[in-house]
């Protein structure tokens, strides 16, 4: 029996590749791109290491050409959910307490097929299944989904060392046991990474989870599962069921080994859940965690003394990147008065400026919104400005959904801070602009901190560093992560963890220690050497 301690070391981040034209990433790339818009694959659900074939159907497309089919999927009913909660059961028994160096090693296995043998494939899928160009692919579906995974087993092994201090007579320590049951974990469709790690955070601690994923990233999900299991993750250690929310949401929460809920998505859908557990919550074995991330209505605070280039290059980067299909992308800013002609100028050039269109026109920037569900809704937003008198937009307002889900990047001037699209969390390429006058800073930052019901990302530009620290400091609960001279976006693994509160969710910060301590139960045994032998105490036996 191998009886060594062993600690991890602090990972280094993934480096992120350039792609420049003739690279060797770029070609294989390239080819792999050609390759998979070449065939249509079928996509199973894989429950206990089976493929299952359910007959009951769906299609997936690529966004920018909603006419080209990618892959066909199977959707899973009510048999498969209870074969799923079965499988995670019995992956339980062994999972659970297998060595965590073991389940440590598979982990950083798949890490560096993704990071090596699968790196063009992981991308490719990302791109064609989620509208991302190369860049945001790169950064997404191959250096983060690394990142969590490596930075993971070394968080494990910070929280498994950790132990309580003995005192005489006794040995003191602490097991860090898996949850009670199986975790749930439902993931978004915009970034693959975050699908990995709502599974693979839980697993690393010991858990057997029943993903769900998003229906617009399935293709690039199927194959994170494929890497998973290559890497040596035991069968029905992640249960992958694709199909309707409400029909797999609803017979797992019905299970009284649900322990735990992993969730990226819709504030709506969150609440949904945290309702529907509450119902069932006398038929569970223990109280589940539930930990989720909801969205957000990211803010940029402009004061006076701010450098304007930065600040518009920023700003365009963090509301539009990805089309602003980020939970963390700027979709509100305020402007002090005196900066705004030269910023206006600055950031109405640089928007009309940006190209969008197919993921493989390496000279796009943007791309197209992830389904005609979510086009719709944009739309109406930007609509909606267009017959207002409260607000004026200052470019773009255009879109088209003949060939794919395209909206160019939008920014509106609102006259109101109250304005719809200043206070709604819209999640496209949307930015809404307020002009304060800057003798009224302190109230400009009161509507900041005050506006929204989210408190996910927030950043302040200003030259003025004291200026900056009291802005923070004021704005302390608005943002779960904060960002001083930067765009709201970009949280990375083990350097800035990442998570909001208010209603964006419960603040476990993934990327961090804190999420995986979420999905342990802690015993603490005691061993008294020499037990006592009477039940008096001493006073008692004086004459």
């Not at 983060?144 to 968080?155: M, Q």
């Not at 010991?206 to 399935?218: D, F, H, Q, R, S």
């Not at 002090?336 to 206006?344: A, D, G, R, V």
Request: with cysteine.
């Amino acid at each position: 029996m191998n009886n060594a301690i062993y600690n991890f070391s602090v990972p280094v981040n993934e480096p992120v590749l350039e792609y420049l034209k003739e690279s060797k990433e770029r070609t294989e790339l390239e080819k792999e791109l050609n390759r998979q818009c070449k065939q249509e694959i079928e996509i199973p659900l894989i429950i206990g290491g089976k493929e299952i074939r359910t007959g009951d159907t769906g299609k997936v497309v690529m966004p920018h050409r909603h006419g080209h089919v990618l892959a066909t999927y199977h959707k899973a009913g009510e048999k498969e959910v209870a074969m799923a909660v079965k499988a995670a059961k019995e992956a339980h028994k062994l999972w659970s307490n297998l060595t965590w160096t073991i389940r440590a090693s598979i982990l950083l296995k798949a890490a560096d097929l993704i990071s090596t043998k699968y790196r063009a494939l992981m991308n490719a899928s990302t791109m064609l299944g989620q509208s991302k160009n190369m860049y945001q692919s790169e950064i997404d579906a191959v250096c983060e989904s690394i990142d969590f995974l490596k930075y993971n087993t070394y968080f494990a092994g910070r929280i498994y060392e950790s132990q309580p201090r003995s005192a005489f007579n006794q040995l003191n320590r602490m097991e860090f046991r898996a949850l009670e049951g199986f975790v749930f974990a439902v993931s978004p469709f915009n970034f693959t990474a975050i699908a990995s790690n709502l599974n693979m955070a839980p697993v690393m601690m010991g858990n057997t989870t029943i993903w769900k994923p998003a229906t617009t990233a399935l293709l690039s999900n199927y194959y994170l599962m494929k890497v998973f299991t290559e890497a040596g993750l035991p069968a029905g250690v992640i249960n992958f069921l694709p199909g309707r929310g409400s029909t797999i949401g609803n017979n797992v929460l019905k299970s009284k080994d649900m322990a735990g809920i992993h969730f990226t998505g819709s504030n709506a859908t969150f609440n949904h859940l945290w309702s529907e557990v509450n119902k069932n919550l006398t038929a569970y074995k223990s109280y589940p965690r539930l930990v989720g991330e909801t969205g957000g209505k990211d803010f940029i605070f402009v004061h006076p003394s701010s450098n304007p280039d930065e600040v518009a290059a920023n700003t365009i980067r963090g509301a539009f990147e990805y089309q602003g299909q980020k939970c963390s992308a700027a979709s509100r800013m305020y402007i002090p008065q005196s900066l705004w002609p030269e910023l206006k100028k600055l950031i109405v050039d640089m928007a009309n400026d940006i190209r969008m269109g197919d993921v493989t026109d390496v000279k796009n920037f943007m791309n197209a919104v992830i389904d005609e569900k979510a086009f719709d809704n944009i739309r109406g937003y930007i609509d909606y400005a267009k017959e207002s008198k409260d607000a004026e937009i200052i470019a773009g307002g255009k879109y088209d959904k003949s060939e794919g889900y395209f909206i160019r990047p939008t920014i509106i001037q609102a006259f109101d801070p109250q304005f719809k699209t200043m206070t709604e969390e819209i999640f496209g390429p949307v930015l809404t602009v307020y002009i304060y006058p800057d003798d009224k800073l302190d109230e400009a930052i009161d509507l900041c901190d005050n506006t929204s019901p989210f408190g996910l990302t927030g950043a302040v530009f200003s030259r003025d560093r004291v200026a900056a620290s009291k802005i923070c400091d004021r704005l302390r609960y608005a943002a779960g992560n904060f960002y001083i001279n930067d765009k709201p976006t970009g949280a990375i693994v083990g350097l800035q963890p990442f998570g909001g509160s208010r209603a964006s969710g419960t603040n476990d910060k993934a990327g961090g220690e804190f999420n995986l301590v979420r999905w342990i139960s802690p015993r603490t045994i005691k061993e008294t050497f020499v037990p006592v032998k009477d039940y008096k105490y001493p006073y008692m036996k004086e004459e």
